[in-house]
């Protein structure tokens, strides 16, 4: 944010930032557009970058970081980390480094699975970087100390999903191998740990049954973010209709064509920001 103090009024008027290494986050945008019709929204898609689910703990806190910055620099009164890799690795980094308001995915998801869960046994499919920062026992065990994590880390499946691939035998064998791990040990409540994941949600549900709750923390997500705007008093008010808008780092016509079914509202135009501009505003 500038150093000129700023009013709520001046804060009510700018967009909420929100950021992903690709078009999984739009499903939390979605979510978002529909709570709050009257917010405008700025989303920044990684892509050049993508996965994150592979990179290690540094690499994410280097890559959250200079986006943060891009979008601070650009002008929002919220930025929503729309990255459960970058959520698990960077979130503490951020919200120390950055003025602007910063949530995360990981709690809102994991209060939803506590608050749902019959017999205490919840289990998280996620990336490989998620799993093994531990962000979601540590967040399950902060509001259920005797709670049951089972984790499964998806090498692979937020590739399938990136591609567009939803429903092909490829990718039915992987969720398959993916999901038989956690229907042995029985879990009543399963987090989708990526934004991936909701697309491919019929299929999840199939394979580990329908005595098992998913959890979509993009409906969560959006609750929070709403309540943070209210408490913070920069909430837009008014009937009118928000604006979205989109930048990436990768191939733009893709993000754009794959990007419109994620979201399920069209996107218009899409502007390319290159990782030069990137790092260097991040000096």
Known sequence: MPDNPQTNADLSALPIGMFDSGVGGLTVLHECLVTMPQEDFVYFADTARFPYGEKTAAELELFAGQIAAFLERTGVKLIVAACYSATSAALPMLQERFSTPIVGVVMP????AVQSSRYRRIGVMATEATVASGAYVRAIHSLDSGAEVIQEACPGLVTFIQDGDIASQELTDAVR????????????????????????????????????????????????????????????????????SFCSTGDVESFRTVGARFLQMPIAAVRHVSLAELEAGDE
């Open 177 to 244: 191998g993916f999901t038989a791990p956690l229907k042995e040990r029985r879990p009543d409540v399963v987090i989708m740990g990526c934004t991936h994941y909701p697309l491919v949600a019929p299929m999840l549900q199939r394979h580990l049954g329908r005595d098992v709750s998913l959890v979509n923390p993009a409906v969560e997500i959006a609750r929070e973010v709403e309540e943070t705007l209210a408490r913070q008093g920069v909430s837009r008010d008014g009937e009118r209709e928000g604006t979205y």
């Open 109 to 112: 998801g994991a209060r939803a």
